[in-house]
């Protein structure tokens, strides 16, 4: 009886089987434990922008200054999400369109700061649009569920941002001119609180540009004399953004 090769194949059966079988309790539990996207979300989100600091400020001569001279304003927003496990931990892909008006008194006064030799002259300025900003950053989003529904969660986000500063024009009786700007775009971060109620969401999100150049360019109408002239603006978009949203 030829009992080798039986047994070899017997042998070579069961540990073909046991690995298989173990195999597959691997994967199983991995599949468990992985932290590979499980589930992914969106969120649409509306709210108010807040200028802060420079951004905000209206006090030099508009000119020589990095002031924004900026005002609140709307803001929107859409964002996606993939969620890692059980792990409460998200990367979230996020796509707002920030706004801000221009505050006219500021403006004024920083022209007539500019033109002093006119003295203190009447002002009338106009703003085309307002300050827009469309930011896409990307970062990591943790959340805690308190209750079932009720989480606390908060976000950093970095990225790149769109930026227009309002074009100005504005007309006295000794001096009129405008000021162009290009729109530019620069690296930005956010960080946010906030909470979610099964759909809604809640929440502030401190937004900032920190470092944008904006090639400028002016004009002006002076006893009958006309000049031109470019430069370029240093200026920093810092805001804090309260919304809400809605939970897909």
């Given at each position: 009886?030829?009992?080798g090769?039986?047994?070899e194949?017997?042998?070579?059966?069961?540990?073909?089987?046991?690995?298989?079988?173990?195999?597959?309790?691997?994967?199983?539990?991995?599949?468990?434990?992985?932290?590979?996207?499980?589930?992914?979300?969106?969120q649409?989100?509306?709210?108010?922008?807040?200028?802060?600091?420079?951004?905000?400020?209206?006090?030099?001569p508009i000119?020589?200054?990095?002031?924004?001279?900026?005002?609140?304003?709307?803001?929107?927003?859409?964002?996606?999400h993939?969620?890692?496990?059980?792990?409460?931990?998200?990367?979230?892909l996020?796509?707002?369109?920030?706004?801000?008006?221009?505050?006219?008194?500021?403006?004024?006064?920083?022209?007539?700061?500019?033109y002093?030799?006119?003295?203190?002259?009447?002002v009338?300025?106009?703003?085309r649009?307002?300050?827009?900003?469309?930011?896409?950053?990307?970062?990591?989003?943790?959340?805690?569920?308190?209750?079932p529904?009720?989480a606390?969660y908060?976000?950093g986000?970095?990225?790149?941002?769109?930026?227009?500063?309002?074009?100005?024009?504005?007309?006295?009786?000794?001096?009129?001119?405008?000021?162009?700007?290009?729109?530019?775009?620069?690296?930005?971060?956010?960080?946010?609180?906030?909470?979610?109620?099964t759909?809604?969401?809640?929440?502030?999100?401190?937004f900032?540009?920190?470092?944008?150049?904006?090639?400028?360019?002016?004009?002006?109408?002076?006893?009958?004399?006309?000049?031109?002239?470019?430069?370029?603006?240093?200026?920093?978009?810092?805001s804090?953004?309260?919304?809400?949203?809605?939970?897909?």
């Amino acid at each position: 009886m030829e009992t080798g090769p039986k047994i070899e194949h017997t042998i070579t059966t069961i540990w073909f089987t046991l690995v298989m079988a173990a195999s597959c309790t691997t994967a199983d539990d991995a599949l468990r434990m992985s932290f590979l996207p499980l589930e992914t979300g969106f969120q649409l989100l509306a709210g108010l922008n807040l200028a802060m600091g420079a951004f905000a400020d209206q006090d030099q001569p508009i000119k020589s200054t990095n002031d924004g001279f900026a005002g609140p304003g709307p803001a929107i927003g859409a964002r996606g999400h993939l969620t890692f496990g059980s792990s409460g931990l998200d990367i979230v892909l996020d796509l707002s369109v920030l706004t801000a008006t221009i505050n006219k008194p500021g403006i004024e006064h920083a022209i007539r700061e500019e033109y002093a030799f006119a003295g203190n002259m009447n002002v009338d300025t106009k703003a085309r649009m307002w300050w827009v900003g469309i930011p896409l950053t990307i970062g990591p989003r943790l959340g805690i569920e308190v209750r079932p529904g009720f989480a606390f969660y908060g976000v950093g986000l970095f990225g790149v941002a769109f930026i227009k500063m309002p074009d100005i024009s504005f007309e006295s009786p000794i001096v009129a001119g405008t000021y162009e700007h290009t729109p530019t775009v620069g690296a930005c971060v956010a960080g946010e609180l906030g909470v979610t109620f099964t759909h809604l969401v809640c929440g502030a999100r401190i937004f900032a540009a920190p470092s944008l150049e904006i090639d400028s360019h002016e004009t002006l109408s002076h006893a009958g004399v006309d000049t031109s002239d470019r430069y370029t603006r240093a200026n920093a978009v810092q805001s804090v953004i309260l919304f809400i949203g809605y939970r897909f």
